[in-house]
């Protein structure tokens, strides 16, 4: 795996797209839904929501792009939107992502390919099954990834992502683990957009090409939570869990060309600034009623919605 592309394409019945340059999040089909950029599918990484309310470019996009797919350790699938743990957007279903609790090895991976593309990753042990806690184990690592494509197009992608991602698990007292988890991710590119099929039918452009160029954009995604997981001694799960983004999106595209601006060109921008707080809280347990195994979940959860601003200009 070397991208969220790959990741997503882990889900059964679910395939990808990606247009106008790498650093939008992907088009979404699945179960056959066309669920643009998130709109009918949940996705999550460690219970933290990665669908975005009211977004600029669509309601519930999801950008998974800064996740690391060497970080990454299971892969959970629901479907449909018959479960009340997920939200609005579990219409197609709902995708959970878990990221390693600790990792076996130092890893340091990096690649070259066709079209100026780089990939370098790291991945590092900092606590490894060492004691903080009397007997109690604890674990930490922290994941690095760079990313730089010109791709195949005849105007160069330029495209560049960063991510960084950490996380600790200890155990305190008994039954009681304690994680923690911090990230960050950056990207920009250019793109060629959307292209007449008239024009590469006359010969004006190949279908490499471009009528306008100047499309592209810079995103950039801040993450932080922290998970108390509590055992009790009659079998039952206590979770809670704060939860912090900060985000930021600019996307200019073009998709008149000079329809409506015969000088400047159509291009709009469209901008989206926010920051998530939130909080989860659940209580689990397995029983059974008769012969018949029943399991029962409780729970709260957003703590805030949140704060955001977008606007579309030309």
Known sequence: MNNSQELMQLVPGLFVAQHAGGGKAEQIFFRGFDIDHGTDLQISVDGLPVNMVSHAHGQGYADLHFTIPETMDKLLVHKGPYDARFGDFATSGTVEFLTRNSIDRNEIKAEYGMFNTVRAVGLFNLLD????????KENAYIAAEYVFTDAYFQSKQDFGRFNIFGKYNGQIGER??????????????NASGQVPERAIASGRIDRFGAIDDNEGGETSRTNAYSTLSTGLRNGGLIKNQLYFVKYDFNLYSNFTFFAADSVNGDMIAQTDDRTIMGYTGSYGRNTSVGSLPFRFNTGIGPLRPSRHQFEERR
Request: cysteine-free.
């Open 129 to 136: 099954k060492k004691h903080l806690f009397g007997n109690r």
């Open 176 to 189: 009681t683990l304690l994680t923690l988890s911090a990230s960050t991710f950056s990207a920009a590119w």
